[in-house]
């Protein structure tokens, strides 16, 4: 079958390559000139099942408004984007209530176990490198309020398989030394042993190669502008070098994909979401984090990749405003680095390399997969901020549906179909 997969990101290059494996011919169009060149260009780096939470916690959304217009807050609500949020944030708000919440997590989670497995068995078949790491991941915790909060969660994930252990101060600062300088801000941590770290952007260009030498032909450059229909089903797509046509479609167009399938008929739920990251080079720095660390109080992380420093955090809703805020970014870099007083000391700041890229959130937390009303059409859209953590897993399912097997992957909560139910 001949199939054309709609963005070049981790998502849609893993799916290529899946699809590849199968047989299919294969062809991914992207606009950018390279492939992961937007939202898997400098994430945090982070492949965890233990971080799944949808971000509508309903923490947060008692906090959004105190914290609208304020730059130094993890969640940033732009006034200007308030009349586009209207519809959507009222589900926003609805899917926040905890029943709602505990079963999006529990979705996530079982995506990201299914997902972690399947970036294992990618990188056993090809030998794949790609700055990888298995340390697990450290949360941190200021306060006893905060580390009892995420002790709840951890134990709604373990249900699922995520192992985790909480740690007392002495045993977080023998795990991660490069803490020591905050002991005496610190109540403890939890330690997820199973979640890894990597490069997102090193992953899907290396993959794309692999895929490329066995015959996934990628149009870089290439702006797909509309889904044309013919008797219900895709009959080509337009794009800036002209038409394209296949016997499938697969859309994975991260923050575009609502535009893109809007005009068929299909309503997404996806709005983006602004994050932002710095990379640091750190060679021959002191008190460098061996092990990946979240901040719970500031919701930034720091990942060692190779020689630099990952740190990535805040949400801004900010409609698909591509712009890098400078003072975003160095407010992010010094709360990561308040964590490490050592690292601080000595890394130069102004070598540090800075990133925004648009995340499709859904407006209940987990990605949609799978078929639409249009025959030729799958979706592999919505994964967020978790898109590097849930890409292989994704991709693996999508294939299983396209090829008609029963996906190893339980799909309930992920196809489109769930907005079209009670809930």
Same mark, same amino acid.
């Given at each position: 079958m001949k199939v054309l997969v709609i963005g070049g990101g981790v998502i849609g290059t893993t799916t290529a390559w899946c699809l590849r494996q199968d047989g299919h011919e294969v062809t991914v169009l992207? +606009?950018?000139?390279?492939?992961?060149?937007?939202?898997?260009?400098?994430?945090?780096?982070?492949?965890?099942?233990? %971080?799944?939470? $949808?971000?509508?916690?309903?923490?947060?959304?008692?906090? &959004?408004? =105190?914290?609208?217009? +304020?730059?130094?807050?993890?969640? &940033?609500? +732009?006034?200007?984007?308030?009349? %586009?949020?209207?519809?959507?944030?009222?589900?926003?708000?609805?899917?926040?209530?905890?029943?709602?919440?505990?079963?999006?997590? =529990?979705?996530?989670? +079982?995506?990201? =176990?299914?997902?972690?497995?399947?970036?294992?068995?990618?990188?056993?078949?090809?030998?794949?490198?790609?700055?990888?790491?298995?340390?697990?991941?450290?949360k941190i915790f200021r306060s006893r309020r905060e580390l009892d909060k995420a002790a709840l969660t951890a134990a709604l994930t373990a249900e699922l398989g995520v192992r985790h252990k909480i740690l007392d101060v002495p045993e977080t600062l023998a795990l991660e030394p490069a803490l020591l300088g905050i002991c005496k801000e610190l109540v403890g941590a939890i330690y997820y042993p199973d979640d890894e770290s990597g490069d997102a952007c090193l992953f899907t260009r290396r993959l794309g190669e692999l895929a490329q030498r066995q015959g996934v032909c990628f149009e870089l450059r290439t702006? !797909?502008?509309?889904?044309?229909?013919?008797?219900?089903?895709?009959? %080509?797509?337009?794009?800036?070098?002209?038409?394209?046509?296949?016997?499938?479609?697969?859309?994975?167009? /991260?923050?575009?994909?609502?535009?893109?399938?809007? #005009?068929?008929? @299909?309503?997404?739920?996806?709005? $983006?979401?602004?994050?932002?990251?710095?990379?640091?080079? !750190?060679?021959?720095?002191?008190?460098?984090?061996? !092990? #990946?660390?979240?901040?719970?109080?500031?919701?930034? !992380?720091?990942?060692?990749?190779?020689?630099?420093?990952?740190?990535? /955090?805040?949400?801004?809703?900010?409609?698909?405003?591509?712009? @890098?805020?400078?003072?975003?970014?160095?407010?992010?870099?010094?709360?990561?680095?308040?964590?490490l007083p050592q690292l601080a000391a000595s890394v130069d700041r102004d070598s540090a390399s800075s990133w925004a890229c648009l995340r499709p959130l859904t407006v209940d937390g987990p990605p949609i997969l799978g078929r639409t009303p249009v025959p030729n059409l799958l979706l592999n859209v919505g994964s967020g901020h978790l898109g590097w953590t849930f890409a292989a897993g994704c991709a693996y399912a999508l294939a299983d549906i396209l090829n008609g097997r029963r996906p190893a992957l339980d799909l309930d909560g992920l196809t489109l179909a769930r907005y079209a139910r009670c809930n």
């Open positions: 992207d +606009r950018a000139s390279t492939l992961a060149a937007e939202g898997s260009f400098a994430n945090g780096g982070m492949l965890h099942a233990s %971080h799944t939470e $949808p971000w509508n916690t309903p923490a947060a959304i008692r906090q &959004l408004l =105190r914290w609208v217009g +304020r730059e130094n807050s993890p969640l &940033l609500l +732009r006034l200007s984007q308030l009349p %586009h949020l209207i519809g959507w944030g009222m589900g926003f708000l609805r899917y926040s209530q905890p029943h709602y919440h505990r079963r999006n997590t =529990r979705i996530n989670t +079982r995506l990201a =176990r299914y997902s972690q497995q399947m970036t294992r068995l990618i990188r056993k078949q090809t030998g794949i490198r790609y700055d990888e790491a298995q340390r697990g991941i450290i702006q !797909v502008q509309s889904m044309e229909l013919k008797g219900g089903s895709i009959h %080509h797509l337009l794009t800036s070098r002209g038409i394209r046509q296949a016997d499938c479609y697969v859309l994975a167009a /991260g923050a575009d994909a609502p535009l893109l399938a809007e #005009p068929l008929g @299909i309503h997404l739920p996806i709005r $983006p979401v602004k994050g932002y990251s710095a990379s640091l080079p !750190v060679s021959g720095c002191s008190g460098v984090p061996r !092990v #990946p660390i979240i901040d719970e109080r500031h919701k930034v !992380v720091m990942t060692q990749l190779g020689e630099r420093l990952r740190i990535a /955090g805040t949400a801004e809703f900010a409609g698909y405003d591509y712009s @890098i805020r400078t003072q975003r970014v160095r407010i992010i870099i010094e709360q990561a680095l308040s964590n």
